[in-house]
């Protein structure tokens, strides 16, 4: 009898103890690595920290040698078509693919490829994931698409299952990220 109750103490104490520290446990879960190179570049382009932290976890979790099955590349995994496209548009001196595995430069190429997303397509989040994983070309015809965009200003579904799943994914991250270190990173 005594032992049950000493068990069900130990029980409840280690549950309080688990409450009082739940942040601190799902931030070992959803940490924010580069966290400096985040702000920095997140402020420069105007992208929120915590989407930039979103987009790394499901890109590359956080490994700056990651090369995805498409040939992307680094952290924010771009591809080097694009990655040569964004060093031309941010004016990168002598810039080469095999930057992109540089945080600094992925991380900072990232935040300017979203920046840019974001002006093209007014700041519609589901429209910017999109387009970052599946294409601006794509995302502009099935906008013109009766099938995919009733108003051409939103998307009711995404015709690739990948980028679905991937515009799904971002955006939990991103929830997770922003209620975790709510006003921590500014």
Partial sequence: MKISKIIKLLILILLVIIVINI???????????????IITYSKKYNVDPYLVAAVIRTESNFDDKAVSNTGAYGLMQIMPDTAIWIAGNMKLKDFNTEKSFDSETNIAMGCWYLDDLNSEFN???????AAYNGGRGNVKKWLKNKKYSSDGKTLKNIPFGET?????????????????YANEIK
């Fill in 23 to 37: 942040k601190s446990i799902f931030k070992n879960f959803y940490p924010i690595k580069y966290e400096n190179k």
């Fill in 164 to 180: 679905d799943k991937y515009v799904k994914k971002v955006k939990i991250n991103y929830r997770i990220y922003s209620k975790l």
């Fill in 123 to 129: 700041g519609d989040l589901e429209l910017v994931l």
